[in-house]
């Protein structure tokens, strides 16, 4: 990539004012996040002679090099989205902080768990001063948390277990030489095994497992960094771009079964943790930190839930279909990945002043909540009806009739309590 951008006039010596500028203009100019290509900047009014400052960008720190008109810099990755993993900070807990046992089930947002046999406990752990990530040294950057997974061994060659994420759209790291770097530590001296997997979609061909590499863990929190190299698509069938992904492996415990993709690591109980968990193209560059809001909207796209704000309500207009269901328009954060699914928690349903984990309607026809004893058996969004970000959400009950046996077409209103949740999932 060579693309030629108009800078400010450049003294003969570089100094930190004129870089900061020339890298906003970079910053400008480069579109695709990978690093690497060249920029030729000219000085504002001159026409673009051999003489000219040409910007090399293909190393990891900013570093200048040559004499006279021309000078060769390296700088990193400008664009950000370097890390193409989400959340590997571990500040977004939308689902909550208790610890986690399930096999399947997620902790952080983006993150899940995997066992067979093996045991986990993930929670969340706080960053406290002393810690490395802390008050950190240098170019780190600071984290708040870090995730803990305390390991229960298997017994026998086929059972596992690891902390994986899934990476949409297996095209973006497709044939690419890429590096997952991770702050770890352990209670006592661990190994762990990294491998990334490569999945087609629906429809698409086989997962393509790669060799894992293991890494012993001491008990200081220290950067680890393993670099990989993912196969090309040629010969494969592809599915639909948002089922495909590649993921992320943190082996934890594995049997026989499992050496080559765990890297050997075997059986052994254990607690380790982890923190700032990246995955780039090319070399370890530091941790990229992006905006809470942002991250946390990224975290939307897969999951989102919905919950009131300390003592508040959430209320929302709708209409009743009949006896048994209503139907309330809703607008989504942000696009999902695909129609999710709905799950609530359990809610009982309130005819009187909301105080905790409660359902309602209210009937404006007879000016006031409907009192029948009703069980929250389904919410679900409609008949698929989800476009961009509007969607169409279903409450289904049983146990209906009396007060609420009204004509369908009459406007009600939910009212979620202070302890109700409802969260959308469209995990791949």
Same mark, same amino acid.
């Given at each position: 990539?060579?693309?030629?951008?108009?800078s +400010?006039?450049? +003294?003969?010596?570089?100094?930190?004012?004129?870089?900061?500028?020339?890298?906003?203009?970079l910053?400008?100019?480069?579109?695709?996040?990978?690093g690497?290509?060249?920029?030729?900047?000219?000085?504002?009014?001159?026409? /673009? =002679?051999?003489?000219?400052?040409t910007?090399?960008?293909?190393g990891?720190?900013?570093?200048t090099?040559?004499?006279? @008109?021309?000078?060769?810099? #390296?700088?990193?990755?400008?664009?950000?989205?370097?890390?193409? !993993?989400?959340?590997?900070?571990f500040?977004? $807990?939308?689902?909550g902080?208790?610890?986690?046992?399930?096999?399947?089930?997620?902790?952080?947002?983006? $993150?899940?768990?995997?066992?067979?046999?093996?045991?986990?406990?993930?929670?969340?752990?706080?960053?406290?001063?002393?810690?490395?990530?802390?008050?950190?040294?240098?170019?780190?950057?600071?984290?708040?948390? &870090?995730?803990?997974?305390?390991? =229960?061994?298997?017994?026998?060659?086929?059972?596992?277990?690891?902390?994986? %994420?899934?990476?949409? #759209?297996?095209?973006? /790291?497709?044939?690419?030489?890429?590096?997952?770097?991770?702050?770890?530590?352990?209670?006592?001296?661990?190994?762990?095994?990294v491998?990334?997997q490569?999945?087609?979609?629906?429809?698409?061909?086989?997962?393509?497992?790669?060799?894992?590499?293991?890494?012993?863990?001491?008990?200081?929190?220290?950067?680890?960094?393993?670099?990989?190299? /993912?196969?090309?698509?040629?010969?494969?069938?592809?599915?639909?771009?948002?089922?495909?992904?590649?993921?992320?492996?943190f $082996?934890? #415990?594995?049997?026989? *079964?499992?050496? *080559?993709?765990?890297? =050997?690591?075997?059986?052994?109980?254990?607690?380790?943790?982890?923190?700032?968990? %990246?995955?780039?193209?090319?070399?370890?560059?530091?941790?990229?930190?992006? +905006?809470?809001?942002l991250?946390?909207?990224l975290?939307?796209?897969?999951?989102w839930?919905?919950?009131?704000?300390?003592?508040a309500t959430?209320?929302?207009?709708?209409?009743?279909?009949?006896?048994?269901?209503?139907?309330?328009?809703?607008?989504?954060?942000?696009?999902?990945?695909?129609?999710? *699914?709905?799950?609530?928690?359990? @809610?009982?349903?309130?005819?009187?002043?909301?105080?905790?984990?409660?359902?309602?309607?209210? #009937?404006?026809?007879?000016?006031?909540?409907?009192?029948?004893?009703?069980? !929250?058996?389904? /919410? =679900?969004?409609?008949?698929?009806?989800?476009?961009?970000? %509007?969607?169409?959400?279903?409450?289904?009950?049983?146990?209906?009739?009396?007060? &609420?046996?009204?004509?369908?077409?009459?406007?009600?209103?939910? *009212?979620?309590?202070?302890?109700?949740? @409802?969260?959308?999932?469209?995990?791949?």
């Amino acid at each position: 990539m060579t693309r030629v951008v108009e800078s +400010p006039r450049l +003294p003969q010596e570089w100094n930190a004012g004129v870089m900061t500028r020339v890298i906003k203009r970079l910053e400008d100019a480069i579109g695709d996040g990978s690093g690497g290509g060249d920029i030729t900047v000219q000085e504002e009014g001159v026409a /673009l =002679t051999t003489a000219a400052t040409t910007l090399n960008f293909t190393g990891n720190g900013v570093t200048t090099t040559g004499t006279g @008109a021309t000078k060769t810099i #390296d700088i990193p990755n400008l664009t950000g989205f370097r890390n193409k !993993l989400i959340n590997g900070n571990f500040e977004i $807990w939308q689902r909550g902080t208790t610890a986690v046992t399930a096999s399947g089930a997620y902790s952080a947002d983006r $993150w899940v768990q995997l066992w067979q046999v093996s045991g986990l406990s993930t929670t969340r752990g706080t960053f406290v001063s002393g810690d490395a990530l802390f008050d950190p040294t240098g170019t780190n950057a600071a984290a708040t948390y &870090f995730v803990t997974i305390a390991v =229960t061994a298997g017994t026998n060659a086929a059972h596992f277990s690891y902390f994986f %994420q899934k990476i949409e #759209d297996v095209k973006l /790291l497709a044939g690419k030489t890429v590096t997952v770097s991770f702050w770890a530590k352990a209670a006592s001296a661990a190994t762990i095994g990294v491998s990334l997997q490569q999945n087609f979609g629906t429809g698409g061909s086989g997962d393509v497992n790669g060799n894992g590499q293991s890494q012993a863990i001491t008990t200081s929190w220290t950067k680890y960094t393993k670099t990989f190299t /993912l196969n090309t698509l040629n010969g494969k069938t592809l599915g639909p771009s948002n089922t495909s992904s590649t993921s992320v492996f943190f $082996w934890l #415990d594995a049997g026989s *079964t499992y050496d *080559t993709l765990s890297g =050997t690591i075997g059986q052994s109980n254990k607690t380790v943790s982890l923190a700032q968990i %990246q995955l780039e193209i090319g070399a370890a560059t530091d941790f990229e930190v992006r +905006p809470l809001t942002l991250e946390t909207y990224l975290c939307y796209r897969y999951y989102w839930r919905m919950t009131p704000s300390g003592s508040a309500t959430v209320n929302m207009l709708g209409v009743q279909r009949g006896t048994v269901e209503m139907d309330f328009a809703l607008m989504l954060p942000v696009p999902m990945r695909t129609t999710p *699914t709905v799950v609530a928690s359990g @809610a009982s349903w309130s005819t009187t002043t909301f105080t905790s984990n409660d359902l309602g309607a209210y #009937d404006p026809v007879a000016a006031g909540y409907v009192t029948s004893s009703w069980t !929250l058996v389904t /919410l =679900t969004i409609a008949n698929g009806r989800v476009s961009d970000q %509007q969607a169409l959400l279903r409450f289904t009950g049983s146990g209906g009739g009396g007060a &609420f046996g009204g004509a369908a077409g009459r406007v009600v209103e939910y *009212t979620m309590g202070t302890t109700h949740w @409802a969260a959308f999932d469209a995990e791949l």
